[in-house]
C-alpha cells in the first residue's frame, strides 16, 4: 500500500528539550511538506521540499529545522527556541512542487510540549 | 497579503443541501482545491478547480468565479459522517497551497 507515515500519533516532551517527528512516503513523490495546524486556524507551511537536498522555509520557519537526505523521509526536529510548539503537524507530499498537485497527508503527530 | 475567508461553522440537516463559500485573495493563482478533514484525522482531498465553472463529483460538487475570487462546495443528500471541516486552499502564483480555516460543519439528524 502506498501512502505518507507519520510517527508517532502522540507525543509528549518537556519544555527545552528538541523533538523529531517522522515522516516518510512510498509514493515516490518528488515534494514533501510539513505543516503546523492550530485550532481555528489554517494550516501554515513550516518548512518544505521539492528535491532531495534541497528544502525551502515556510511561512514559520522558525524554531524548527528539517532534512532531506532521502526522497522518501523528511523528518522534523522541533527545537527548544520554538516559543508555542503544541500542535497537530502534518506532513504531506505532492509528485512534484512546481505544479498544482493534489497534496497526500500522513496522519499527522500531535506533540504536546509539558 | 494573502486572505482566504470561509464561514467558521455551519450546521445542516441530514438529507439536506449545503454550500460553504470561500473567498480569496492570492498572488497569482493557479487553481483551487478543497479538503475535507475529519476531527483528528489528515486532511482528504474533494476537489479541484481551476477553470470557472461547477464541477460535479457525486453528492460533491465545486464551483470557481476567477474574476470574483470566489468558490463554493456543494454537498447534496447530507449525510451523518459528512460532519467535519472543510478546507479552502487556493494556489498562488509560486504553487503553493494557501489555507484557509475551514468550515466546521455539523449534521443534525
Known amino acids: 500500500d502506498g501512502g505518507i507515515t507519520q510517527s508517532p500519533k502522540y507525543l509528549f516532551r518537556k519544555e527545552g528539550q528538541n523533538v523529531t517527528l517522522s515522516c516518510e512516503q512510498n509514493l515516490n513523490h518528488d515534494a514533501m511538506y510539513w505543516y503546523r495546524q492550530d485550532p481555528g486556524q489554517g494550516l501554515r507551511l513550516i518548512y518544505y521540499?521539492?528535491?532531495?537536498?534541497?528544502?525551502q522555509k515556510g511561512d514559520i520557519a522558525e524554531g524548527y529545522s528539517v532534512s532531506r537526505e532521502k526522497k522518501e523521509s523528511f523528518p522534523l526536529t522541533v527545537t527548544s527556541a520554538q516559543k508555542n510548539p503544541t500542535a497537530f503537524y502534518l506532513c504531506?507530499?505532492?509528485?512534484?512542487?512546481?505544479?498544482?498537485?493534489?497534496?497526500?497527508f500522513g496522519p499527522g503527530t500531535r506533540l504536546t510540549v509539558l | 497579503g494573502q486572505n482566504i475567508d470561509q464561514p467558521t461553522e455551519m450546521t445542516a440537516t441530514e438529507g439536506a443541501i449545503v454550500q460553504i463559500n470561500c473567498t480569496y485573495q492570492t498572488s497569482g493563482f493557479n487553481g483551487l482545491f478543497w479538503y475535507q478533514q475529519h476531527a483528528g484525522e489528515a486532511p482528504t482531498f474533494l476537489s479541484y478547480?481551476?477553470l470557472d465553472g461547477l464541477e460535479e463529483k457525486g453528492r460533491f460538487s465545486s464551483f470557481l468565479s476567477r474574476s470574483k475570487g470566489y468558490s463554493y462546495l456543494l454537498l447534496k443528500e447530507l449525510q451523518m459522517k459528512d460532519s467535519a471541516s472543510y478546507l479552502c486552499?487556493?494556489?498562488?502564483?509560486?504553487?503553493?497551497?494557501?489555507w484557509g480555516a475551514g468550515t466546521k460543519l455539523i449534521i443534525k439528524p
Open positions: 504531506a507530499s505532492s509528485i512534484s512542487g512546481d505544479n498544482y498537485n493534489e497534496q497526500f
Open positions: 521540499s521539492q528535491i532531495v537536498n534541497d528544502f
Open positions: 486552499a487556493p494556489v498562488d502564483s509560486n504553487y503553493q497551497l494557501i
Open positions: 478547480n481551476v
